[in-house]
């Protein structure tokens, strides 16, 4: 690890919004470093939204560069279709990053807010509300980004503490 620490690339998968961040960890400091939406259309055939969906995060990853990534596991719900369909957008965030030799991590999502808010029950406002106060510069202008960042905090937590365990004792 030089310098800079590693940075993360947090997804939340989706097949309309699929939302990313990136951060820097140096030690147990956070650097945010961006964070958007790639959003696709949903008037277009799924192959061209899932492409759409790949080059856009393959943009991201020649841009920023991370060292790692973390993507959000998929809830099962009621609606198969719709579950099916965010299992496709998911493949292809854990297939990105792992395309380009990057280690991908996943997260459920109660063990990622557990991580950022301290209860793996806490609502989409206050995952958001946290991820600011944690990253003061993010611009979360979806509900989605935020999600992502949190997604690569709860990875920069966990990656912390397994790294810590990993330490021979003095």
């Known amino acids: 690890m ?50 759409a969906l790949h080059d856009g995060l393959a943009a991201l990853l020649e841009t920023y560069r991370p060292d790692e990534a973390a993507v959000e596991e998929t809830y099962v719900n009621r609606n198969g279709s719709a579950t099916l369909k965010l299992g496709y957008a998911r493949g292809v965030a854990l297939l990105a990053p792992a395309l380009l030799g ?50 690569a905090i709860c990875h920069a937590h966990h990656r912390a503490s397994r790294l810590a365990w990993a330490r021979p004792a003095a």
């Open 2 to 51: 030089d310098n800079r620490g590693v940075r993360i690339l947090g997804i939340d998968p989706g097949l309309r919004f699929t939302g990313w961040g990136v951060i820097e960890a140096i030690g147990n400091r956070l650097i945010h470093i961006a964070d958007g939406v790639i959003a696709t259309d949903a008037t277009e055939a799924v192959p061209l939204r899932l492409k």
């Open 102 to 151: 990057i280690s991908v991590a996943e997260y459920a999502a109660k063990t990622v807010k557990m991580a950022v808010v301290g209860t793996g029950g806490a609502d989409k406002d206050q995952v958001s509300m946290m991820v600011k106060r944690l990253l003061p510069n993010a611009t979360l202008k979806r509900a989605d980004a935020a999600d992502a960042l949190a997604v």
